[in-house]
């Protein structure tokens, strides 16, 4: 082969019958590319082709998705300036009114008793009413006041006071959609699947939640409760009820609940009377509640109940009774003979 060396031949690899002798294959070498002549050439510009094409498939789909991505975030932004901006302006103005009251009740350390003397609580069942129990060490800022709303519990207060006001807890719960953190919250949200709960959430919001903020928004009145130690049965409250269409305190004081609860053993002739088994909690939490309330309704003139009304409650129930109706008199006790005859 032309350029490779001479090689020395066995003498049965030689010329033999008019054939050519064999010699070992061995590659030419192109001299200028530095390479065998039979190695295959790559096509080199049919492979960038490729890479390129790839990468554009690839680029092309994440433009796509941001362009998506940035365009969902558009649309639940322009939602939030247009369609709930108003929305919006009116329940934060009205939260932040809420707050500022609370604050100032809490400023303004035990209150003294006052009460509006045209005040009539049960005139107030007719109107809407919102009602929030806090501690009073919570009631310090805006941010302290939501987050001890959000960890309201029911209680027996307003029951015992014959209404039923919205919970305040709900303000903060279901109006979170309409606040700047949550706006912010649309705005940095780099995950797109992240950014399509927050689509979904925020579509159920505005259908469900907006009617309900709307009617705590119509809310005529206004009844706080601070809490001064960590329950009620030890330790006092002080009692905040406002005028929300007047801006108008209507009642404030500070008040010890002093309720018991009364276990009462009902008998009937012919059936064993079981002996109960424990000590029953007279000090439960129902019991002051109400005492609680008896007391505000004191405040406003009404006779609040206490261990010495039972006259008051028998005399009431016989003014009760229908006309020619005598209440039946309790029997004596078993054991005891009846009372002679006059």
């Known amino acids: ?18 054939r050519p002798p064999l010699e070992p294959a061995r590659p030419d070498v192109a001299e200028a590319e530095g390479r065998p002549a039979y190695a295959p050439r790559l096509p080199w510009k049919w492979i960038l082709i490729g890479i390129v094409g790839i990468g554009g498939i690839f ?19 322009q939602l939030h300036e247009t369609q709930l901006a108003e929305v919006q302006e009116r329940y934060l103005a009205f939260r932040r009114g809420l707050a500022e009251r609370v604050m100032e009740a809490h400023e303004g350390g035990a209150p ?66 309409l606040t700047p953190e949550y706006v912010d919250r649309i705005r940095d949200e780099e995950d797109e699947m992240d950014l399509r709960v927050l689509d979904d959430q925020l579509g159920r919001q505005v259908q469900v939640d907006t009617p309900v903020v709307l009617s705590m928004l119509q809310a005529d009145w206004f009844l706080l409760v601070l809490e001064q130690g960590d329950n009620r049965r030890d330790h006092p409250v002080d009692v905040f009820l406002w005028d929300l269409n007047r801006d108008q305190l209507l009642l404030k004081s500070r008040i010890q609940g002093r309720g018991l609860l009364v276990p009462v053993r009902i ?3 012919g059936v064993d009377n079981p002996r109960y088994e424990g000590t029953p909690q007279l000090r439960s939490g129902g019991a002051t509640d109400c005492s609680i309330a008896s007391q505000i309704l004191a405040l406003t003139g ?21 006309e020619g109706e005598v209440a039946e008199e309790p029997a004596p006790p078993a054991g005891e003979p009846d009372a002679p005859s006059p």
């Open 267 to 269: 008998r009937f002739e």
């Open 1 to 18: 082969m032309p350029g490779s060396a001479d090689l020395a031949l066995p003498d049965d690899m030689t010329e033999q019958d008019g």
């Open 112 to 177: 003294e008793t006052y009460a509006d003397p045209r005040l009539n609580i049960a005139g107030l069942r007719a109107g809407e009413g919102l009602y929030l129990r806090i501690p009073a060490e919570w009631a310090n800022t805006p941010e302290r006041i939501e987050g001890a709303a959000l960890a309201m519990e029911s209680d027996a207060i307003t029951r015992c006071l014959g209404m039923a006001p919205m919970s305040a807890r709900g303000l903060w719960e279901r109006g979170h959609f």
């Open 302 to 322: 009404r006779e609040g109940v206490e261990f010495e009304s039972g006259e008051q409650l028998e005399a009431a129930a016989a003014e009760d009774a229908p």
């Open 59 to 77: 680029g092309g789909y994440y433009v796509r998705r941001d362009q998506r991505h940035e365009a969902l975030r558009a649309q639940m932004l």
